[in-house]
């Protein structure tokens, strides 16, 4: 052997000595692994045999490192929800338990970005920087923790601000019908704050994934998305994470709210997360309970929504105000999820499909809906004006059912009519067009001091377009006054009301578009061809929406063209007459634009007359059903009415049924209030 042969030699008897040594040293013990087995996978859920120390809700791996998490413990087995999917686990394959509970990334990292309900991005702009982990599941503050709800949390969306205003902190529901604008709501809650500092969190549980594409394109076009998360498990991905997907929103804006800042969170919908958390607690053998909900479905939307809070100064300040929600079915508000979470909540904001097709949107029904803390919030001068519209609207809405059946030829009434037909013409509002505060207390002052009255409301939206720049430079004064916080006094209200009968002067001079936006068109004749009118809940956007219905009051004209969806059995459809309970030609209810004055029969899509009265809703059109002859118009929901069969949607019908020939148990509900109980199917 030569020297340089001995060298390697000399190195690997040190590695081997070194190695030696520290084998020595090591204390060995058998550590024990608990391995557990699958034993069945199937929808979603793995039972799994052979763990019996699993916790609930602990984290389990799987084979290929997929993970689930323990739903259900029963004696000899875990019910586990997968949350990466079933691919690759099967019957016997190991399975370890973790010790840990689900958790997701929280931080500034998340800004913008769109990540699933387990934090992992999804909008490919690489890997999500987490300042840290926290679990999905986490303790609600305690009272001591919270402060009372006492800063507005501005929507910008003038029915909602002025009458059933929100606090930063509170609760609310947004409940409705199917395509009744729930998720428009709330994105404009969302894309609202770009004048604020507010966090957004926005939460799709089992939507489509058009729908939630839509929503991201929306607040990235219009809103402040460089301060918005999005969570995504569309109807497509494992229930698993479709159920953990609110608490991981939660999660995620828990982290500002911790941190002294302001967060928004919109769960879109918790209608479908309870679908969600039926369809496992069946597969895991929970007993079922109401309409096969197991027991626990309150307790699991009461633990997510407590979390939504106003924290005290000793906790930061921080709050979180929580969107929630929930789908109602043909208007029945008494169903068991709704009721739970209005239940929860703090309020509710109700969305009326009869609204929605009369193209009053947002279709807030004012006579159902409620804001239970925010009120105290409001802005002083927000609510120094807005305190008389909700009463002369609701005033409005009885005596317009009133004058449906004719006389009422009072000048009083007469006037409180023109009122209201102004108060709902400016209730109605696009999408992505939020009004800052000073901009609706402008417009509500202007309102109650009659200012508007010359100008007629089928021009309102033109004056809301140009009322934000028209004041800030003709009032530039008074809305520095108005950001300062403070109230409205007489001379701040009178240079606002002055600005605003300026605008409104100079739009009433000039002449108008010539077809009716909102609120009542103006000639006889102008509406929307039938073909071009989508049934009801399924209006397009923007623009081809707002002008079937209210555009398309023709009056005095008989209805037009073209059957409703669904067809109309003889007799029922839209008659032209403005008569109560006039004569039914007969002929099919046409899509849109249910002629003037009074409708009667069911199944036509109408607007708004020039005189006020509400068209024929086409409800129940498209199930094919119609009412008899002359039965008088529907009311909209919140008004008063005696009417006899009322066309209103009731599945349990079969389509093209004769309303009048066998009334269903909905149309025997009584229809004198427009409260709860006269929903379909909430007298059942
Ligand atoms: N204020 C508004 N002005 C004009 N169009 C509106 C308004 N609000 C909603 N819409 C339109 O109504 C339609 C339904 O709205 P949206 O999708 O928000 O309803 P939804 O109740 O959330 O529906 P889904 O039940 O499918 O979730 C959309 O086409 C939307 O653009």
Same mark, same amino acid.
């Given at each position: 052997?030569?020297?340089?042969?001995?060298?390697?030699?000399?190195?690997?008897?040190?590695?081997?000595?070194?190695?030696?040594?520290?084998?020595?040293?090591?204390?060995?013990?058998?550590?024990?692994?608990?391995?557990?087995?699958?034993?069945?996978?199937?929808?979603?859920?793995?039972?799994?045999?052979?763990?019996?120390?699993?916790?609930?809700?602990?984290?389990?791996?799987?084979?290929?490192?997929?993970?689930?998490?323990?739903?259900?413990?029963?004696?000899?087995?875990?019910?586990?929800?997968?949350?990466?999917?079933?691919?690759?686990?099967?019957?016997?394959?190991?399975?370890?338990?973790?010790?840990?509970?689900?958790?997701?990334?929280?931080?500034?990292?998340?800004?913008?970005?769109?990540?699933?309900?387990?934090?992992?991005?999804?909008?490919?702009?690489?890997?999500?920087?987490?300042?840290?982990?926290?679990?999905?599941?986490?303790?609600?503050?305690?009272?001591?923790?919270?402060?009372?709800?006492?800063?507005?949390?501005?929507?910008?969306?003038?029915?909602?601000?002025?009458?059933?205003?929100?606090?930063?902190?509170?609760?609310?529901?947004?409940?409705?019908?199917?395509?009744?604008?729930?998720?428009?709501?709330?994105?404009?809650?969302?894309?609202?704050?770009?004048?604020?500092?507010?966090?957004?969190? =926005?939460?799709?549980?089992?939507?489509?994934?058009?729908?939630?594409?839509?929503?991201?394109?929306?607040?990235?076009?219009?809103?402040?998305?460089?301060?918005?998360?999005?969570?995504?498990?569309?109807?497509?991905?494992?229930?698993?994470?479709?159920?953990?997907?609110?608490?991981?929103?939660?999660?995620?804006?828990?982290?500002?709210?911790?941190?002294?800042?302001?967060?928004?969170?919109?769960?879109?919908?918790?209608?479908?997360?309870?679908?969600?958390?039926?369809?496992?607690?069946?597969?895991?053998?929970?007993?079922?309970?109401?309409?096969? =909900?197991?027991?626990?479905?309150?307790?699991?939307?009461?633990?997510?929504?407590?979390?939504?809070?106003?924290?005290?100064?000793?906790?930061?300040?921080?709050?979180?105000?929580?969107?929630?929600?929930?789908?109602?079915?043909?208007?029945?508000?008494?169903? =068991?999820?709704?009721?739970?979470?209005?239940?929860?909540?703090?309020?509710?904001?109700?969305?009326?499909?009869?609204?929605?097709?009369?193209?009053?949107?947002?279709?807030?029904?004012?006579?159902?809906?409620?804001?239970?803390?925010?009120?105290?919030?409001?802005?002083?001068?927000?609510?120094?004006?807005?305190?008389?519209?909700?009463?002369? =609207?609701?005033?409005?809405?009885?005596?317009?059912?009133?004058?449906?059946?004719?006389?009422?030829?009072?000048?009083?009434?007469?006037?409180?009519?023109?009122?209201?037909?102004?108060?709902?013409?400016?209730?109605?509002?696009?999408?992505?067009?939020?009004?800052?505060?000073?901009?609706?207390?402008?417009?509500?002052?202007?309102?109650?001091?009659?200012?508007?009255?010359?100008?007629?409301?089928?021009?309102?939206?033109?004056?809301?377009?140009?009322?934000?720049?028209?004041?800030?430079?003709?009032?530039?004064?008074?809305?520095?006054?108005?950001?300062?916080?403070?109230?409205?006094?007489?001379?701040?209200?009178?240079?606002?009301?002055?600005?605003?009968?300026?605008?409104?002067?100079?739009?009433?001079?000039? +002449?108008?578009?010539?077809?009716?936006?909102?609120?009542?068109?103006?000639?006889?004749?102008?509406?929307?061809?039938?073909?071009?009118?989508?049934?009801?809940?399924?209006?397009?956007?923007?623009?081809?929406?707002?002008?079937?219905?209210?555009?398309?009051?023709?009056?005095?004209?008989?209805?037009?063209?073209?059957?409703?969806?669904?067809?109309?059995? +003889?007799?029922?459809?839209?008659?032209?007459?403005?008569?109560?309970?006039?004569?039914?030609?007969?002929?099919?209810?046409?899509?849109?634009?249910?002629?003037?004055?009074?409708?009667?029969?069911?199944?036509?899509?109408?607007?708004?007359?020039?005189?006020?009265?509400?068209?024929?809703?086409?409800?129940?059109?498209?199930?094919?059903?119609?009412?008899?002859?002359?039965?008088?118009?529907?009311?909209?929901?919140?008004?008063?009415?005696?009417?006899?069969?009322?066309?209103?949607?009731?599945?349990?019908?079969?389509?093209?049924?004769?309303?009048?020939?066998?009334?269903?148990?909905?149309?025997?509900?009584?229809?004198?209030?427009?409260?709860?109980?006269?929903?379909?199917?909430?007298?059942?």
């Amino acid at each position: 052997m030569t020297t340089d042969g001995e060298a390697p030699l000399g190195r690997s008897d040190a590695w081997l000595a070194d190695g030696r040594s520290r084998l020595a040293r090591a204390e060995l013990a058998p550590e024990a692994e608990a391995i557990g087995r699958v034993e069945q996978v199937s929808d979603g859920i793995a039972r799994v045999s052979g763990l019996p120390q699993v916790r609930l809700n602990e984290l389990l791996r799987f084979e290929g490192n997929r993970l689930g998490f323990a739903l259900s413990l029963d004696a000899d087995t875990i019910g586990a929800v997968l949350l990466d999917g079933e691919e690759g686990i099967h019957a016997g394959a190991p399975v370890r338990g973790t010790g840990e509970v689900v958790r997701v990334p929280v931080g500034p990292g998340l800004l913008g970005r769109v990540v699933d309900p387990l934090g992992r991005p999804i909008d490919g702009k690489g890997p999500v920087e987490a300042a840290s982990h926290e679990p999905v599941e986490r303790p609600a503050p305690a009272i001591i923790e919270r402060d009372l709800v006492a800063e507005p949390m501005e929507t910008g969306i003038l029915v909602v601000d002025a009458l059933f205003a929100l606090g930063r902190g509170q609760r609310e529901l947004i409940v409705g019908d199917r395509a009744t604008g729930k998720t428009s709501v709330a994105v404009d809650a969302i894309v609202n704050q770009k004048r604020s500092e507010v966090i957004c969190v =926005y939460v799709a549980v089992g939507q489509r994934a058009t729908a939630v594409a839509r929503v991201v394109e929306a607040v990235r076009a219009h809103g402040a998305p460089e301060r918005c998360i999005f969570v995504v498990a569309p109807a497509a991905t494992a229930p698993g994470l479709q159920w953990i997907a609110p608490f991981a929103g939660m999660t995620m804006a828990e982290h500002f709210r911790d941190a002294g800042q302001d967060a928004l969170i919109v769960i879109d919908d918790l209608t479908k997360h309870a679908a969600t958390h039926r369809e496992l607690a069946l597969l895991t053998r929970e007993p079922p309970g109401r309409e096969a =909900y197991p027991g626990d479905v309150f307790y699991v939307h009461a633990r997510l929504l407590e979390r939504a809070a106003k924290l005290s100064a000793a906790r930061g300040g921080g709050s979180l105000t929580a969107l929630p929600v929930a789908e109602t079915d043909a208007g029945n508000l008494s169903a =068991y999820i709704p009721t739970n979470l209005i239940s929860i909540t703090d309020g509710q904001i109700v969305l009326g499909a009869r609204l929605f097709a009369a193209n009053q949107r947002p279709a807030v029904d004012v006579g159902l809906s409620v804001s239970r803390v925010g009120g105290k919030a409001q802005r002083k001068a927000l609510r120094a004006v807005s305190g008389r519209v909700r009463l002369d =609207y609701a005033q409005f809405l009885e005596l317009e059912m009133f004058t449906r059946f004719g006389g009422m030829s009072d000048t009083r009434v007469k006037a409180q009519i023109a009122r209201g037909e102004r108060i709902r013409a400016l209730l109605t509002q696009p999408r992505f067009a939020g009004l800052r505060m000073a901009d609706q207390v402008a417009l509500l002052a202007a309102l109650a001091d009659g200012a508007l009255d010359s100008l007629p409301p089928a021009r309102f939206s033109e004056l809301r377009a140009r009322l934000p720049g028209h004041l800030d430079t003709t009032a530039a004064a008074a809305l520095t006054a108005l950001g300062d916080g403070s109230g409205l006094d007489d001379g701040l209200r009178a240079a606002l009301v002055a600005a605003v009968a300026a605008l409104a002067a100079d739009l009433a001079a000039s +002449p108008g578009p010539g077809d009716g936006t909102e609120g009542g068109a103006p000639g006889p004749g102008s509406g929307a061809p039938p073909s071009t009118t989508p049934p009801a809940g399924s209006a397009p956007d923007g623009g081809a929406s707002d002008g079937s219905a209210s555009g398309g009051s023709a009056s005095g004209g008989s209805a037009s063209g073209g059957s409703a969806p669904g067809g109309g059995a +003889p007799g029922g459809g839209a008659p032209g007459g403005d008569e109560p309970g006039g004569s039914a030609p007969g002929g099919r209810a046409s899509g849109g634009s249910a002629p003037g004055g009074v409708a009667s029969g069911g199944g036509a899509l109408g607007g708004r007359a020039p005189d006020g009265s509400t068209a024929l809703l086409g409800t129940d059109a498209p199930h094919g059903g119609s009412a008899a002859p002359g039965t008088g118009a529907p009311p909209i929901p919140g008004e008063a009415a005696a009417t006899g069969s009322v066309p209103v949607p009731n599945p349990a019908r079969p389509a093209g049924a004769d309303v009048s020939a066998s009334p269903g148990p909905a149309d025997a509900a009584g229809t004198s209030s427009g409260r709860v109980s006269d929903l379909p199917g909430s007298a059942r």
